[in-house]
């Protein structure tokens, strides 16, 4: 195990590399219904299932406009797979860099059931001039 699960963990990310993907579902097939997903750890709580990781990304791509990301590195150690990025966000004319680390875990069937991001969200806020908690609350969802 391993290679197998980076590469559809790579293939999911690849999606996001150069703009939001025309259509959300497509890097979704490659996740588990009850998929789980937490944008900042330990910040935001984790959402749970495809339906509400793309009203995440619908909401994000509303609020904050284009993005794209460099990929630094990866490596897998059985179903867990690493990568290191820095994302970019454009909510006007600036673009904004976000480094990170991503985490995925991908079962045995070759589907994503967890991804956990870990970055700082005190420097994005600043980045953008906003106080840590708007940057919270503008990503957390509803409760359903």
């Not at 219904?33 to 900042?40: L, R």
């Not at 290191?84 to 991908?106: H, N, Q």
């Not at 069937?109 to 953008?128: C, F, S, T, V």
Request: net charge negative.
């Amino acid at each position: 195990m391993g290679k197998r699960q980076e590469e559809v963990a790579l293939k999911f990310i690849g999606y996001f590399r150069d703009t939001w993907p025309e259509n959300l579902d497509d890097p979704l097939e490659l996740c588990t219904e009850d998929c789980y997903y937490q944008s900042i750890v330990p910040t935001t709580e984790p959402i749970r299932g495809k339906a509400a990781i793309k009203a995440k990304w619908e909401k994000i791509k509303a609020e904050y406009g284009d993005q794209r990301h460099d990929m630094k590195g990866w490596g897998s150690s059985d179903r867990f797979v690493f990568t290191e990025r820095t994302d970019w966000t454009k909510p006007g004319d600036t673009w904004y860099p976000i480094p990170l680390v991503a985490v995925f875990e991908v079962n045995e069937d070759g589907k994503i059931y967890a991804w956990r991001e870990y970055l700082d969200g005190g420097n994005i806020a600043r980045q953008m001039g906003m106080k840590v908690e708007d940057l919270e609350q503008s990503l957390t969802m509803p409760s359903s």
